[in-house]
């Protein structure tokens, strides 16, 4: 693989791995604080992350950042 065909950094990698990794690795309270949208705050879960993630193009590129940033470490 050259310089010219490097893969996207989210190739392959689901919303839902994406939820579910960072809920295990940071908690969803921090997931809160980084993110404040209602479905990481007030009773969450994956199922309702998801829901609202997938209809929502600003919190889930927010989100995909942090999945990202928390890789980096």
């Given at each position: 693989m050259n ?35 209602r479905c ?31 890789m980096q470490?």
């Amino acid at each position: 693989m050259n310089a010219n065909t490097k893969r996207p950094p989210l190739e392959g990698i689901t919303l839902e791995m994406i939820v579910t990794q960072l809920s295990e690795k940071i908690g969803w309270e921090a997931m809160g604080e980084a993110v404040p949208i209602r479905c990481f705050t007030h009773d969450p879960s994956i199922k309702s992350s998801l829901k609202f993630l997938r209809r929502t193009p600003w919190a889930r590129a927010k989100v995909e950042e942090l999945y990202l940033r928390q890789m980096q470490r």
